[in-house]
């Protein structure tokens, strides 16, 4: 069966928004009821963040909402769980994120597989350097049909972003400013950056996250790549409203009338 | 120590070569060899990883010649292998080639001539006399080196393979910087067998406690980073050997640790101690370098560093304060500003220390999140690097997280082993002691007071943890006894976590020790039975402490209290000699102590 980024870029390749939510948080058993509601209130590609206990990629927000999700009883074994189903409910590309101990721990190519039986299309695991995953993961990946989803920072040179495209499937994830996540440094300033990957004619579509948390910051980061990723801005939502299919497609709206 | 492989012929072995990372490749040009090269491809010496040098291979051959090779490929090094005179490899030399001069060594070599050579040379070759001018398979006697005392690093080449490789390990040459392997791992002419050549470069790293060129120890280490610290990462790794093995900056750092730090610091014959044991115990005093810790010694080098890389700011974080004053005070001398992270709990408990980062000029953030100790303060330091990576420069103060950290400041803490043997063999007569033992945190202060008697058979190394409430009462930081494999900060080793993968949090009295992981350097060790690895528990260390002050006059810091503590559970024979490295002094804990003194009235 064709991955489902895949799929998706070949339709559409602007305007994408896709919203990170941890898996567990607000409690642990909201997970499928979330992505439900992001799927049906219209995002175009779901990440479902398993929890790990130090985030090192991550700011405050992700910070506490992992922290809660663990206390809650998160765990890989758990979401795989949940998810059996998921794809009775909804046909929206679906992409774990967390970290490489979980998935060590867990098992890489276990964890390769039961995403394939599930219907997963992607990983991003940010403490997953690409040569260890060229090694040791890849075989596992390339069998499951799993996308890994690299990231690419303002600092990543031309030289290494090519090397990264190069080893990429699905899409990549183009950090909009040197920081964690929830961060929200102004991403005007860094247009010559956005520039700067667009002209390298990358093969992979591109999204942009960190820092996109409205209308704004996601229409200025759709100029220069297909679309964003929302994460802080979702969770903090979540923790200041109750969860309702409403209150999601309020917040999704907010971004994209 | 340099690795190189020489030899190669064929595309598809000289990939699997390169894939293990060697630091030289050698491509023989020599007519009359077996293994010359016929048609090289030059595009795979092109897209050969970065860290591997090339070098050709030339036997008594036209000088026009060698230098159109030498272009036309583009290799790093010619090896000169034949009987070619000291202007012969001078007009290369003004040609802007670097050359390694082989000479065939017997019990006749006239090693004065080669001044005559030196000039004009990167390193000498070592082989064995032959007429077939090498290749021959077939080593020398080593001994003939103690000859050799030019200033000028050498490669030890000759019959080298798995059999002998030990005892070419055994042999020490203070010029000693490579090894050169051949005939004996190949499987033809030419073709050098993967799994020997994986094998013997193993061997080798190990030795030296070197990661190999990706920083694993074993299958320990790595850096397993988010892309954001990628380009800082290797920054470091890129740059790190070349600086600090730099004539300038070995001098520099030499003299900072002689007048600044007040090294080398004294090993001290404790007659109580040794009397109680009935076995000779000696004290190494780190508590009396600088600032009261071993931690001085990294941060002298890592701050050095971060100038020569043009660094505005230094970060770091610390869990006992040492290492934070130790930074502080390095930043201080350096004129460089420094934010230091701390975990919440540890500035309430080293208090003291807190207030010497202030008056050293160091900014204090404390770092919230978990168990608010040391992994936390990592934590947030590697989040603000993440958000300052241009300028700013993270000085990891113990041999964790990503490589190059542990192989960095395990050479700037290998100072303390390399003046224990100095001075036991003042004291003693002997170099080598019976037993060191070490506390163990990251295992910083650990692997300085080991590892210059790694693998030798006779000393046995024992790394004492942090035991908490005791190790199974789920208050502890005893990382290795309980850890399974996995990742923290950036590093693959053994650290304390569910099955899940989650972190757990430490418990140790001892800010200094309440760490959930240890040094991949350790794992490794741990792993090969190259350490000991035991734990005693909180009351124990703080027992030790106290009567260490009343008998020696020296008040232990509490983590090097666990070091002290566990010579109550060893057995010894009646010379045995024993060093104990005492990593730092114990003014930072004066309050504990004094808790502990309240709660046990009665007994003291
Ligand atoms: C005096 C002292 N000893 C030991 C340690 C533990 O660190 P390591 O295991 O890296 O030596 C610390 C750390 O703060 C310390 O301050």
């Known amino acids: ?257 | 120590m340099n690795i190189k492989i020489c030899g190669l012929r064929e595309s598809k072995n000289i990939k699997q070569i390169a894939a293990l990372k060697p630091d030289f490749l050698g491509f023989i040009f020599y007519e009359k060899s077996k293994r010359v090269v016929k048609k090289l491809d030059k595009s795979i010496l092109k897209y050969l990883p970065d860290s591997i040098k090339t070098v050709a291979v030339f036997v008594n051959q036209d000088l026009e010649e060698v230098t159109e090779i030498m272009n036309y490929y583009g290799f790093d090094y010619a090896q000169i292998h034949g009987n070619e005179s000291p202007e012969y490899c001078k007009s290369l030399f003004l040609e802007n080639i670097k050359i390694i001069k082989a000479f065939g060594i017997d019990e006749s070599f006239d090693f004065y001539k080669l001044n005559e050579y030196k000039d004009f040379c990167e390193f000498f070759l070592f082989d064995t006399k032959d007429i077939n001018y090498g290749g021959s398979g077939k080593t020398f006697n080593w001994e003939i080196l103690n000859k050799y005392n030019i200033q000028k690093p050498f490669f030890l080449s000759g019959g080298i393979g798995l059999d002998n490789i030990d005892k070419v390990l055994k042999f020490k040459h203070p010029m000693l910087s490579g090894i050169d392997l051949n005939s004996k791992l190949e499987t033809s002419y030419g073709y050098k067998s993967k799994e020997k050549t994986n094998k013997i470069i193993k061997i080798i790293h190990m030795k030296y406690i070197e990661p190999d060129n990706n920083g694993y120890y074993g299958e320990y280490g790595g850096a397993f980073i988010p892309e954001m610290l990628y380009p800082n990462v290797k920054e470091l790794q890129d740059n790190y050997l070349e600086i600090i093995n730099s004539e300038n900056f070995v001098s520099e750092y030499a003299s900072l640790l002689n007048d600044y730090a007040g090294r080398p610091t004294p090993l001290f014959y404790s007659e109580s101690l040794s009397k109680k044991y009935s076995a000779n115990i000696f004290i190494k005093r780190e508590d009396l370098n600088h600032t009261g810790s071993h931690k001085l010694n990294n941060t002298l080098g890592q701050v050095l560093l971060a100038k020569k890389l043009n660094k505005k700011r230094v970060i770091a974080e610390t869990g006992a304060g040492q290492h934070g004053v130790a930074t502080a005070t390095a930043c201080a001398l350096a004129e460089i500003s420094c934010t230091i992270y701390m975990g919440e709990k540890d500035i309430k408990r080293q208090a003291n220390n807190v207030d010497r980062m202030k008056l050293l000029g160091a900014e204090i953030v404390a770092a919230d999140g978990g168990s608010k100790s040391l992994k936390d303060a990592i934590n947030h330091a590697i989040r603000e690097w993440i958000n300052n990576p241009v300028d700013t420069y993270y000085l990891l103060g113990s041999i964790v997280g990503p490589h190059p950290y542990p192989d960095m400041v395990t050479r700037f803490q290998s100072v303390i082993s390399r003046e224990i043997k100095q001075q036991l063999k003042t004291k003693t007569g002997s170099e080598d002691p019976d037993y060191v033992i070490a506390c163990i945190g990251g295992g910083s202060n650990a692997i300085g007071a080991f590892y210059h008697f790694i693998n030798n058979e006779k000393t046995k190394l024992i790394a004492v943890e942090a035991g908490g409430k005791g190790v199974n009462s789920g208050k502890t930081a005893a990382s290795i006894t309980l850890g399974k494999k996995g990742i923290i900060h950036g590093s693959k080793t053994y650290l304390m976590q569910t099955e899940d993968g989650q972190i757990v949090e430490p418990h140790s009295v001892s800010a200094g020790l309440d760490y959930p992981g240890i040094g991949p350097a350790h794992a490794y060790l741990y792993d090969t039975n190259s350490i000991e690895v035991t734990s005693v528990v909180d009351k124990e260390a703080l027992d030790a402490a106290f009567d260490f002050s009343k008998k020696e006059g020296i008040i232990p810091a509490l983590e090097s209290a666990h070091a002290l503590a566990y010579l109550n559970k060893m057995k010894f024979k009646k010379n045995d000699v024993v060093v104990v490295n005492l990593s730092g002094r114990g003014e930072k804990d004066m309050e504990i102590y004094q808790e502990y003194l309240k709660d046990n009235n009665c007994k003291n």
Do not use: W
């Open chain 1, 1 to 257: 069966m064709e991955n489902r980024i895949t799929k998706l870029f070949k339709r559409k390749n602007k305007d994408i928004l896709s919203v990170y939510f941890t898996a567990g948080y607000p409690s642990l058993n909201d997970t499928v009821d979330i992505i439900d509601y992001l799927s049906k209130a219209g995002v175009d590609i779901i990440e479902v963040g398993f929890p790990f206990s130090d985030p090192l990629a991550d700011g405050p927000v992700i910070q506490e909402s992992s922290k809660k999700a663990i206390e809650n009883g998160m765990t890989l074994k758990v979401l795989f769980e949940q998810l059996k189903d998921i794809r009775k409910i909804t046909e929206v590309p679906l992409v774990l994120m967390g970290y490489h101990n979980v998935v060590l721990q867990y098992g890489e190519q276990e964890f390769a597989e039961i995403c394939s039986q599930i219907g997963i299309d992607g990983a991003i695991i940010p403490d997953m350097p690409i040569e260890y995953y060229n090694d040791r993961v890849k075989k596992y990946f390339l069998k499951s049909n799993l996308s890994k989803i690299f990231l690419i920072t303002p600092q990543t040179s031309d030289k290494r972003a090519e090397l990264i495209d190069k080893q990429s499937n699905g899409f990549l994830y183009m950090v909009s400013s040197d920081s964690v996540t929830g961060a929200n440094k102004s991403i005007s300033d860094r247009t010559s950056y956005f520039k700067r990957i667009n002209d390298l004619n990358l093969q992979n579509p591109r999204l942009t996250g960190f820092g996109i948390y409205n209308k704004e910051t996601f229409d200025s980061a759709c100029k220069y790549s297909s679309g964003a990723i929302i994460g802080s801005a979702f969770i903090k939502n979540l923790a200041e409203n109750s969860l309702s299919f409403e209150n999601v497609q309020k917040f999704i709206k907010s971004i994209k009338p």
